[in-house]
């Protein structure tokens, strides 16, 4: 019998057909794929022909396409619905493709070939497109470590192949500690919460099989727990188990994990000359450099740090109020935080939930999209990898521009937090390929779901990646979509987060659950007049992680990352009630992968971007300005990497931007 994985996929859109693949199938087709790769690249190094962009760059480019369907179908699957079996498959794959990996960028004569065409570029009448691809082509190969000789040669590949491992351990080990973990409530413990988070708990104890209410480490449970228990021994417990995710002792333990890794990332960084792995790192980035990171970042932190610090003698005395003496702890910012939300803005999470129903929200967001892009969506219905994810056919005018999934609700199988990808990217050669993007996130299931503003925020920041991918436009599919520079991956999620905010959006698109009535208009104004709350917290929680994250991969890595943790935070004067967003022992970001790593302030510089560009929907007198809406699509979200991401933007806004409208988006100047 055929390996699903590895025929051809006669299915509406040519999607997987995971009605027909089961967990035995991923290893074999893997070892299969794997090989054929192999062959592919080994048949273009050792080409007799001269050197060519056809013979070698297109030849690479094309290769390998049956290892991507594998890999696209199983890392889908391990991040949003993992098993046992699954995690060992990723245990077992991940030094195998980290290896594969390493074997191709140390490939000599594959090297020799492409450093052929690179000093004959000048002659070989590209596009512009094609010069970009070849570049970044060289670029990978020589940052990849194919100019090494020796000794050296083989210590890089020894080093990619553990770090492989220890991602992987990383992950899975902070997995388990969200997952093992739960604080069961009694009837009384329920008082004081609104319906939408007993129902959340009651739900998660049924998943749990505990036969009641629980609380468990999903930040979709765990925030509003946070917010609205007036039970401070039960909120402090519930903060501890978050915080110490990944730092419990025993077989999950990520502290030494993250001591090794930031070790020998310094070490590869050394082994191709460069001084610390940020400037290894920063080198492809809009930043450039570590101190122009620094310098965005602290021009951040000290007014956050005096916003947050006056938040907190506010919600200090809030709490004396109420007979508790003390300083404020980290598990009173959140509930505190509420209640002076609620008295200041008279806005209560509660009352605003039944408004942000998950189907509406995923209805504005279509909306938009069809307003500013033209884009339709229309259901489909076809086998899923699990019973939540969603699929819609997306078309303009008539045609099939991509397949989008959804997988929105938080269950124990599934990794925290919410991310976009392409199962499939957008290419021309070696022919036309429509995307398939998936969307994942954490919501709280419900019936029917309600959103906090916070993840229909999310919804929309993940969509905006979606339409990256969907609109992407370029011929090779290494440079297609979010294939971009990191600090300007968040550009296109975080601009859309701002049609979230439009007020005619939230009129229509905001309805009662119960009644359908569209959110009351003073509701409306309190939402959008309390969209700058407790930003201090937000962002010094944020800034604080960004900057741990530049100085371990800055100088020489730390011994004990904990260590240093304490002595950055120290320094930047962290005030006490508030944690780093995350911290070392759970920053997946920074140790589940490279790619965030010496990386984490990306959010910020493309903020700085993405309040810049939405000023320009605001000069134009419109949020839905059909001429900004198609400079956006033709400059920023159809060309992926296609362009160096600094020159993309100011062929959007004809100039780069400052830090001044971030501040002012945030609420954070004088």
């Known amino acids: 019998m055929t390996n699903p994985l590895l025929s051809t996929w006669d299915t509406p859109f040519a999607l997987a057909p995971f009605d027909k693949i089961s967990d035995a199938d991923f290893a074999p087709a893997f070892e299969e794929a794997l090989l054929a790769h192999k062959a592919d690249v080994a048949a273009i190094a050792d080409n007799a022909e001269v050197p060519t962009f056809a013979n070698t760059i297109e030849a690479m480019e094309a290769a390998g396409e049956g290892l991507d369907k594998v890999l696209s179908v199983f890392f889908t699957v391990a991040g949003a619905d993992s098993n046992p079996a699954r995690e060992a498959l990723q245990r077992e794959f991940s030094p195998k493709l980290a290896a594969h990996s390493a ?50 040669d083989a210590r890089m590949k020894e080093i990619k192949s553990r770090l492989a491992v220890l991602g992987t351990e990383f992950t899975q080990n902070l997995l388990a500690d969200e997952r093992e973990w739960f604080m069961s409530l009694a009837e009384a ?111 951040v932190w000290e007014p956050a740090k005096a916003r947050a610090e006056a938040d907190a003698a506010v919600l200090t005395e809030m709490m004396h109020a109420d007979g508790v003496n003390g300083d404020l ?89 919410a991310w976009c990808s392409a199962m499939r990217a957008q290419a021309k050669f070696p022919e036309v390929q429509a995307p398939v993007v998936i969307n994942v996130c954490n919501f709280a299931k419900g019936d029917p779901a309600l959103l906090s503003y ?16 969907m609109l992407s436009n370029v011929t090779y599919e290494s440079i297609s979509g979010t294939s971009v520079a990191r600090d300007f991956v968040e550009l296109p999620s975080q601009l859309y987060e701002h049609w979230l905010e439009v007020p005619e959006v939230l009129a229509e698109y905001a309805t009662h659950a119960e009644t359908g009535a569209a959110m009351p208009k003073e509701m409306l104004e309190k939402v959008l007049g309390a969209a700058n709350f407790d930003q201090g917290f937000a962002t010094v929680e944020y800034v604080a992680s960004a900057l741990v994250d530049l100085a371990f991969h800055e100088g020489a890595a730390p011994k004990d990352p904990m260590a240093k943790q304490s002595e950055v935070l120290a320094e930047l004067g962290m005030p006490a009630a508030i944690t780093m967003r995350h911290a070392t022992p759970h920053f997946a970001h920074v140790f589940a992968g490279d ?22 929907f605001e000069e134009a007198g419109s949020a839905f300005d059909s001429d900004t809406a198609k400079a956006l699509e033709t400059h920023i979200l159809s060309t992926g990497g296609s362009v160096d991401a600094g020159q993309l933007y100011e ?17 954070l100047t004088a």
């Not at 082509?137 to 090494?148: E, K, P």
């Not at 929200?361 to 994810?389: N, Q, W």
């Not at 990306?602 to 971007?609: A, G, I, L, P, R």
């Open 103 to 152: 074997e191709i960028s140390a490939n000599k004569a594959l090297f020799g070939r492409i450093k052929t065409i690179w000093e004959a570029r000048d002659t070989l009448d590209l596009t512009e497109e094609q010069q970009r691809v070849l570049m970044l082509t060289h670029r990978g190969f020589v940052r990849g470590g194919a100019a090494l000789e020796g000794a050296e």
């Open 189 to 299: 413990d329920l008082e004081g919460l609104p319906d939408f988070v007993v129902d959340a708990a009651r739900a998660a104890g049924e998943e749990k099989e505990v036969g009641g209410p629980v609380v468990t480490l999903s930040r979709s449970l765990i925030v509003p727990f946070l917010q609205f228990s007036p039970r401070r021994d039960l909120r402090e417990k519930a903060f501890e188990a978050w915080a110490a995710r990944g730092a419990n002792g025993g077989a999950t333990d990520n502290r030494e994990i993250a001591a090794e890794i930031l070790s020998l990332r310094e070490e590869r960084a050394k082994l191709l000359g460069y001084a610390s792995f940020a400037d290894y790192k920063l080198e492809t980035e809009m930043a450039k450099t570590p101190g122009a990171v620094r310098d965005l970042l602290m021009a």
């Open 329 to 417: 702890a980290p598990w009173d910012w959140r509930y505190y935080a509420e209640k002076r939300r609620k008295a200041e803005h008279d806005l209560d999470e509660a009352a605003l939930k039944p408004y942000l129903q998950l189907d509406r929200m995923i209805e504005a967001s279509f909306a938009c999209a069809t307003r500013l892009f033209g884009l339709e969506f229309k259901e489909l219905d076809v086998p899923l990898y699990h019973e939540d994810c969603r699929a819609w056919d997306v078309t303009r005018d008539g045609e099939h521009v991509a397949v989008f999934i959804g997988d929105y609700f938080a269950r124990g199988s599934k990794r925290s937090g």
């Open 454 to 469: 916070d993840d229909a925020r999310t919804l929309f920041h993940e969509f905006g990646h979606a339409l990256h991918q």
């Open 595 to 616: 790619g965030y790593s010496s990386g984490y302030y990306s959010y910020m510089w493309s903020e700085v971007m993405d309040a810049d560009a939405f000023e320009a």
């Open 651 to 667: 062929r959007f806004r004809g100039r780069l931007p400052g830090v001044e409208a971030l501040l002012k988006g945030r609420g």
